[in-house]
């Protein structure tokens, strides 16, 4: 197999059922039903005694937009300071200018405070107004480890001529994390059409059993 898996969850039970199922990674959250926040610091120490698989953290203050004041800057570099001292894999977040342009400086200054930890710049980037010059910026001028995009599509299936371009500019520089209504039933469907390295979903991995 040369691809992760990576299950987007929110509860104990199914990160445990997705490591049980075959995923690769965990990326947690919590209210998933507000596009994911940042969860509990009990549940990911919960999980990182628990799990064998890498856990990544979304690191996410409050629902809405991903243009954020200095408070809330300063809250998501307190909570990445703190799950890198946890021993996480990963976090993910977005943090974009007014301009919907990506945040540089916001960008440098969190992953800074993750210590070396592997940094996702979530699906913030698909909000931009020219997602190939905002991925070249990040490779540029930023440490970001991965980009999680469904190529400003609703799906990544119908994003794949973007993500394939993603990942061509990328090459072995920034990984791209191909998402967006991605299942276990479609997923070879979505494989064959991208050819990617990873990708990233809710029902990725079947949680039914």
Do not use: W
């Not at 809405?64 to 703190?82: K, L, V």
């Not at 010059?133 to 990544?156: D, R, V």
């Not at 394939?164 to 469907?189: H, L």
Request: hydrophobic share 35%; with cysteine; glycine share 6%.
């Amino acid at each position: 197999m040369n691809y992760i898996k990576e299950a987007c969850v929110e509860t104990f039970e199914d990160a445990v059922i997705a490591q049980k199922n075959g995923a690769d990674r965990i990326e947690l959250c919590s209210s998933l039903n507000l596009d994911g926040l940042t969860p509990s610091k009990s549940l990911v120490t919960r999980l990182l005694n628990t799990l064998k698989i890498p856990i990544k953290v979304m690191i996410r203050p409050r629902e809405g937009d991903f243009c954020y004041n200095s408070d809330e800057i300063r809250q998501m570099r307190d909570d990445i300071s703190y799950f890198s001292n946890l021993g996480v894999f990963g976090v993910v977040f977005g943090v974009l200018e007014q301009d919907k342009s990506v945040d540089v400086q916001s960008v440098n200054l969190l992953t800074k405070f993750a210590n070396g930890l592997n940094c996702t710049f979530h699906k913030a980037i698909d909000e931009t107004d020219d997602i190939i010059s905002q991925l070249k910026i990040l490779m540029k001028y930023s440490k970001i480890s991965s980009i999680l995009s469904s190529g400003c599509s609703k799906s990544a299936l119908s994003g794949s001529t973007v993500l394939q371009n993603m990942i061509k500019i990328a090459k072995s520089d920034i990984s791209i994390i191909c998402g967006g209504s991605i299942t276990y039933r479609n997923f070879s469907e979505v494989h064959n059409a991208i050819n990617a390295k990873e990708y990233h979903g809710r029902k990725i991995i079947d949680l039914s059993k």
